[in-house]
């Protein structure tokens, strides 16, 4: 008996290609693009056993779960966020289990974009390809400040990179964050006032929390210097609503660079954020590479083997076993 397994949401149907997923032959993978549009999804949602969700692209609740009456297992690549909701799916009698990640792949991402936005990078190529020759001016990074709000494994790694880069590095963020930088040895500054307005690249790495929500305002952006850039490779939902683009027009901070938006998959090429000059945009893509995928992947498939052959033990919501 072949147990169907559905991965939606996989936009560039990456996981068809990985030899992680082909291991068990009693379970058999199917992926889907976005759900919304995809024609096939429908059919492989409704026979799906398991789902393995990549990261939190995908919104479980009770509508998602009227979709799947066959489903008995949501496996997440990496740990549960809020995209699902737990308590509908142990009442639909849905386990879920979660995997593991790793910092490296949206650290990288992290630096290219710092390095990119700070050069003009894209502007420049942009140039060149349309038959201009150097037409922007672009700025290094070294001995600027760098200012990475929240200090956890990824931002720990970005503060080496920008060591390496001859970079003065600066934290803010929770007691645990400014403690463990003090100990390190980087600068916390004072208040965070002082930490805004003093930083020439701002970098987010704070988890999405009910206390991290909204929790960067325009108060605080509009603090930055003119020609400071602001990078967000971790959630939109960290700054309040509204606030960077009102900032960005304001002219403090004078350049972003995002990898994550309110509204996911953004498909409209008219959205404000891709019209500005100023904005450099990349489509959620911090986690999206290849080694990271197989880590995911690789993880999530095994913990869907272990629950179909018996071991709930990793079920985070046991009652809905119940």
């Given amino acids: 008996m072949t147990i169907p397994v559905c991965i939606p949401d996989d936009y560039q149907l990456a996981t068809a290609g990985l030899d992680c997923l082909k291991r068990h032959p009693a379970f058999h993978c199917t992926a889907v693009g976005d759900i919304h549009c995809d024609p096939a999804a429908a059919e492989a949602l409704a026979s799906a056993q398991a789902l393995i969700l990549i990261r939190e692209r995908t919104t479980i609740d009770e509508a998602f779960l009227q979709r799947t009456p066959q489903l008995k297992l949501i496996s997440q690549t990496g740990k549960i966020a809020r995209n699902i909701?737990?308590?509908?799916?142990?009442?639909?009698?849905?386990?879920?289990?979660?995997?593991?990640?790793?910092?490296?792949?949206?650290?990288?991402?992290?630096?290219?974009?710092?390095?990119?936005?700070?050069?003009?990078?894209?502007?420049?190529?942009?140039a060149m390809r349309a038959g201009h020759w150097q037409a922007e001016l672009g700025q290094g990074v070294h001995k600027q400040t760098l200012g990475i709000l929240g200090y956890g494994k990824i931002g720990k790694r970005i503060a080496a990179y920008a060591r390496a880069f001859g970079m003065q590095v600066q934290i803010w963020?929770?007691?645990?964050?400014?403690q463990e930088a003090q100990q390190e040895g980087l600068i916390v500054p004072a208040r965070r006032e002082a930490f805004f307005a003093t930083?020439?690249?701002?970098?987010?790495?704070?988890?999405?929390?009910?206390?991290?929500?909204?929790?960067?305002?325009?108060?605080?952006?509009?603090?930055?210097?003119?020609?400071?850039?602001?990078?967000?490779?971790?959630?939109?939902?960290?700054?309040?609503?509204?606030?960077?683009?009102?900032?960005?027009?304001?002219?403090?901070?004078?350049?972003?660079?995002?990898d994550v938006f309110e509204a996911e998959p953004l498909y409209d090429p008219a959205h404000p954020v891709l019209l500005m000059p100023n904005v450099l945009c990349t489509p959620h893509i911090g986690?999206?590479?290849?080694?990271?995928?197989?880590l995911y992947f690789s993880t999530a498939f095994d913990n869907v083997v272990r629950f179909f052959q018996g071991d709930t033990s990793h079920v985070i919501n046991p009652e809905a076993l119940d």
């Fill in 85 to 126: 909701d737990l308590a509908a799916c142990s009442r639909a009698g849905v386990a879920v289990v979660e995997g593991v990640g790793s910092p490296v792949a949206p650290a990288e991402l992290t630096w290219l974009l710092i390095m990119a936005a700070r050069r003009k990078f894209v502007q420049a190529v942009n």
């Fill in 199 to 258: 930083s020439d690249v701002i970098t987010v790495h704070q988890r999405l929390v009910a206390a991290t929500e909204g929790n960067i305002t325009l108060s605080d952006l509009v603090q930055m210097k003119p020609d400071a850039l602001f990078v967000n490779t971790s959630r939109a939902e960290l700054v309040a609503e509204g606030a960077l683009l009102s900032a960005l027009r304001q002219g403090r901070p004078g350049f972003a660079a995002l």
């Fill in 287 to 294: 986690y999206v590479e290849k080694d990271s995928f197989t």
């Fill in 173 to 178: 963020g929770s007691d645990r964050a400014r």
